[in-house]
């Protein structure tokens, strides 16, 4: 049986300095440097996705873990050693992660505007390209490869370099499009919102 979590938050104002810092302090000094190049924006959402990667894994392991022991390897995914595995995905407006505890998961979400929530069209290219991100992300490989994936026409399977994915929708928010895309039949999905006032920065 494989079950997949999924915790979304909104990305409200940055966090007070002091929780900004508490998390910085405790992440590999590689990725503590990368984060604080980036404009505070990104540098939020990307702090956000790691705090709702933290949540979840604490819930999964049924415990408090150390963001210390992510792992951010240079062009892979990170990861926390043994598992749980994990997938972060964010725009401007919200941020999401995706877990699945005995394996490997790709997730994605694109955030609509005014004007793709009112054409059709423009939706169902953010649907095809939200299932295709799911499965670049599932198969550890990066968007130059975008083209290399294949989905299927009901947009439930896809497939690059030789592996197969499921691909499950997600509903998240009405001005969300997401999908999640793991190797074997995904049997439940829980979707769950955080609040960004609880995303208390790695703790």
């Given at each position: 049986?494989?079950h997949?979590?999924?915790?979304?938050?909104?990305?409200?104002?940055?966090?007070?300095?002091?929780?900004?810092?508490l998390?910085?302090?405790?992440l590999?000094?590689?990725?503590?440097?990368?984060?604080?190049s980036?404009?505070?924006?990104?540098?939020?959402?990307?702090?956000?996705?790691?705090a709702?990667?933290?949540?979840?894994?604490?819930?999964?392991?049924?415990?408090?873990v150390?963001?210390?022991?992510?792992?951010?390897?240079?062009?892979?995914?990170?990861?926390?050693?043994?598992?749980?595995?994990?997938?972060?995905?964010?725009?401007?407006?919200?941020?999401?992660v995706?877990?699945r505890?005995?394996?490997?998961v790709?997730f994605?979400?694109?955030?609509?505007?005014?004007a793709?929530?009112?054409?059709?069209?423009?939706?169902?290219?953010?649907?095809?390209?939200t299932?295709t991100?799911?499965?670049?992300?599932?198969?550890?490989?990066?968007?130059?490869?975008?083209?290399?994936?294949?989905?299927?026409?009901?947009?439930?399977?896809?497939?690059?370099?030789?592996?197969?994915?499921?691909?499950v929708?997600?509903?998240i928010?009405?001005?969300?499009?997401?999908?999640?895309?793991?190797?074997?039949?995904?049997?439940?999905?829980?979707?769950?919102?955080?609040?960004?006032?609880?995303?208390?920065?790695?703790?």
């Amino acid at each position: 049986m494989t079950h997949v979590l999924v915790l979304h938050a909104g990305l409200g104002p940055g966090p007070d300095p002091g929780a900004l810092a508490l998390l910085l302090a405790r992440l590999p000094y590689a990725k503590r440097l990368e984060l604080e190049s980036l404009d505070p924006p990104v540098r939020h959402a990307s702090l956000a996705g790691i705090a709702l990667a933290l949540r979840g894994v604490e819930a999964l392991r049924g415990g408090p873990v150390d963001p210390g022991a992510l792992r951010f390897p240079a062009g892979g995914k990170p990861y926390f050693p043994g598992g749980p595995g994990f997938s972060v995905s964010h725009g401007a407006g919200r941020v999401a992660v995706a877990l699945r505890a005995d394996g490997e998961v790709g997730f994605d979400l694109e955030e609509l505007d005014a004007a793709s929530r009112e054409a059709g069209a423009a939706r169902a290219r953010l649907v095809r390209w939200t299932a295709t991100e799911a499965v670049l992300k599932a198969a550890g490989r990066g968007l130059g490869d975008a083209r290399a994936v294949h989905l299927g026409e009901s947009l439930r399977e896809g497939r690059v370099g030789g592996a197969s994915f499921q691909l499950v929708p997600v509903s998240i928010a009405g001005d969300v499009v997401a999908h999640l895309a793991v190797d074997v039949p995904v049997t439940s999905v829980s979707v769950e919102e955080v609040e960004a006032s609880v995303l208390a920065f790695g703790g």
